[in-house]
């Protein structure tokens, strides 16, 4: 039986959770605090940008499955199932902060007036769920609820494909009751015979941190492999490949780049050093990680300033300022070392990107911003490629050639072909390329 559901928050993992969870047949009220976007959700228009969230969005608002709202107090006594999909943002020791979620249990509680299975989806520190329960049971003594922890897996850029596809499906729990409900919210998912792992509240937690901290971990030590291929002859495209045939490494997630940015391995790698520190358990592996991306990042302004000379005078073409492709997060992104060393020694910017330039222009307003590629081109001593935006693939190199005034490229995803770029009368860095 669909459930009546609503999820707290409609950033990234509580939108897509509204839009997927009434796309499942459940009746969903999406709630935020702010006005604004609740009156654009209802009117079918995302905040993000994400391919194919509208279109699910819309087709759920016109079967009346899902609605917004900002009337939190109703919205839960309305509730069978309540998720918790608020921010977990990074404090300045790396520990997460809770408050957010905090002051939605305390909404919970005032409102708990029927049994009430309380979920959350937003990444939290092992021991989150436990805290849960026991301040919802300080604040509304002898009610009736169960928590369960269910972490997201979902990328950027492919979300609503990872929610209706994913790999596998989290539950730690405590309850037998718990557990039915939480068969009815995904039933559809059991349907197409997704795997679910019905585990402890601190396995969950625990899945979630790991599965990040590892694929950071990859990244991290391919793009070191990427700087010892460069330094010593060889090609990482090669390695990475090679590597990825045996089946136990996997192809995935060991493309080099500029270092990993975004909203979540940065911050949660960042809370498995914390709470390693809490519970004196040792977690240099991932620590060295962080250092390593910092550095990574850093690496790129140093590849560049090498190849360029001094940045004093010179234009530099930015393209992709996005921390990743198909998203306008522009969180962590390695664009801002490079923007900002650049810019630093007297370097001007040009920058594009297809949908990040107004969050970028909120942070950087001093650079040049440009609606095309080609335009940030025009009169450029160098360009780098930031991020791998499907038409930087195919970036037309004669024309580029003829716009720029000068001819290097530092391609920080390897995009681009070097021998052809070569042949284009370009001066051409890769990452990992000797
Ligand atoms: C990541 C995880 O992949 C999701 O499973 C998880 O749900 C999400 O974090 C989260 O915790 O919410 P996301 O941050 O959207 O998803 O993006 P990814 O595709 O994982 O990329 C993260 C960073 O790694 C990007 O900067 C990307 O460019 C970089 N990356 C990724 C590489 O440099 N090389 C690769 O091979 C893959």
Redesign the pocket.
């Known amino acids: 039986m669909s459930k009546k559901i609503c999820v707290i928050g409609t950033g990234?993992?509580g939108l897509i959770a509204s839009v997927g969870l009434s796309d499942f047949g459940n009746e969903i009220i999406g709630v935020d605090i702010d006005k604004k976007k609740i009156e654009m959700l209802n009117n079918g228009i995302s905040p993000i940008y994400e391919p194919g969230v509208e279109r699910y969005l819309k087709r759920n608002l016109e079967s009346g499955r899902l609605q917004f709202s900002t009337d939190i107090d109703k919205t839960i006594q309305d509730s069978e199932v309540v998720f918790i999909a608020v921010g977990t943002p990074p404090k300045d020791n790396g520990e997460a902060d809770l408050s957010f979620v905090e002051s939605v249990v305390k909404s919970i509680a005032k409102n708990l007036n029927s049994y009430k299975v309380i979920v959350t989806k937003s990444?939290v520190p092992v021991g989150t769920n436990r805290w849960i329960k026991k301040k919802i049971n300080e604040f509304a003594p002898g009610k009736e609820f169960d928590v369960v922890s269910n972490?997201?897996?979902?990328?950027?850029?492919?979300?609503t494909q990872?929610f209706f596809h994913p790999d596998r499906t989290v539950i730690g729990y405590e309850s037998e009751r718990a557990k039915e409900v939480m068969f009815e919210v995904y039933r559809a998912l059991n349907l197409i015979t997704v795997p679910f792992v019905w585990c402890s509240l601190e396995t969950a937690e625990l899945i979630?941190y790991a599965?990040?901290a590892f694929?950071?971990t990859?990244?991290t030590f391919?793009?070191q492999m990427a700087n010892l291929a460069e330094t010593v002859g060889a090609d990482i495209n090669t390695i990475a490949k090679t590597m990825g045939m045996d089946g136990r490494i996997s192809p995935?997630?060991?493309?080099?780049?500029?270092?990993?940015?975004?909203?979540?391995?940065p911050k949660?790698t960042m809370a498995v050093v914390q709470t390693g520190d809490k519970f004196g358990v040792d977690m240099s592996l991932i620590s060295a990680v962080i250092e390593a991306n910092d550095r990574q990042k850093d690496r790129m302004v140093a590849k560049l300033e090498k190849i360029v000379g001094s940045f004093k005078g010179k234009t530099i073409a930015v393209l992709g300022l996005a921390?990743?492709a198909e998203?306008d997060?522009i969180r962590?992104?390695?664009a801002f070392n490079i923007v900002e060393g650049i810019l630093q020694k007297g370097g001007k910017i040009h920058a594009h990107d297809p949908q990040a330039m107004d969050n970028f222009e909120k942070i950087y307003p001093q650079i040049q911003y440009c609606h095309s590629e080609f335009d940030a081109l025009k009169g450029a001593d160098a360009m780098v490629l930031v991020?791998?935006w499907n038409e930087y693939r195919n970036l037309n190199l004669r024309k580029a050639k003829e716009l720029m005034k000068g001819s290097i490229i530092l391609d920080t995803?390897n995009l681009l072909d070097p021998e052809l770029a070569e042949e284009r009368g370009f001066t051409y860095e890769g990452v990992g390329k000797g």
């Not at 997201?152 to 850029?157: A, D, I, K, P, T």
């Open positions: 990234y993992v990444t972490p997201e897996f979902l990328r950027e850029g492919k979300a990872d979630k599965s990040n694929l950071a990859k990244i391919i793009n995935k997630f060991l493309h080099p780049g500029p270092g990993y940015g975004g909203s979540c391995f949660d921390f990743k998203t997060d962590d992104t390695p991020t791998e995803r």
